[in-house]
């Protein structure tokens, strides 16, 4: 049989390390939600993913850079909604529906990491300095769907700028991101 490129092979390989690097945080995104970021050991973390602990070091270098990668994990694939691609010709209010339920499915990957994250304190904020701040969630998402919202609604579509329409919705997102389900569909009325 023929040799497979080496490029093939090692490409595939780091998909496969990248895999397993994602399935490691979604498991400890379990353990930290259940235990606690300070209480969680890597022996834990390991064993919910299905390793010996020092088979976890050859993905992660410790406990810190599991928290830092979730939570990277986490923000590359909410960016990754703002990216999806989006169709103008229909209204508004389905353009915005589309891209919540892309939210929605991303938010509930992650949702046991919530809390965690919500309870940032001075420990956690010393791992991500971005979680010092309550609002650095709010602030992101906001910021995310201003730069949205100039990209793919027209002016005349919006009765308020961009960044009052993203602060209203960024606030409602919030207030409600710990309820279950999907978001309800908009009534179609000009936001």
């Known amino acids: 049989s023929p040799r497979m490129p080496i490029r093939t092979s090692t490409a595939r390989r780091e998909r496969a390390r990248e895999h397993t690097r994602r399935d490691i945080l979604l498991a400890a995104a379990e353990v930290f ?49 703002f990216e999806e691609p989006v169709d103008r010709r229909q209204p508004l209010a389905e353009r915005l529906e589309a891209l919540l339920h892309a939210q929605s499915r991303t938010a509930d990957t992650f949702r046991s990491a919530f809390p965690v994250l919500d309870a940032a304190g001075p420990e956690l904020a010393a791992v991500v300095p971005e979680l010092r701040s309550p609002r650095a969630g709010l602030d992101y998402y906001e910021s995310r ?22 602060r209203a919705f960024a606030g409602l997102a919030f207030a409600f991101r710990s309820c279950p389900g999907d978001p309800k569909p908009l009534d179609g009325a000009r936001v």
């Open 145 to 166: 769907l201003v730069v949205w919202l100039r990209r793919h609604a027209a002016k005349d579509e919006l009765r308020e700028p961009p960044e009052v329409v993203a």
């Open 33 to 81: 939600a259940r235990r606690g970021y300070a209480a969680a050991t890597l022996s834990e973390l390991a064993e919910a993913a299905g390793f010996a602990a020092p088979s976890l070091y050859r993905y992660f270098e410790s406990k810190e850079e599991i928290f830092r990668s979730l939570v990277g994990l986490f923000v590359g694939e909410m960016d990754a909604t």
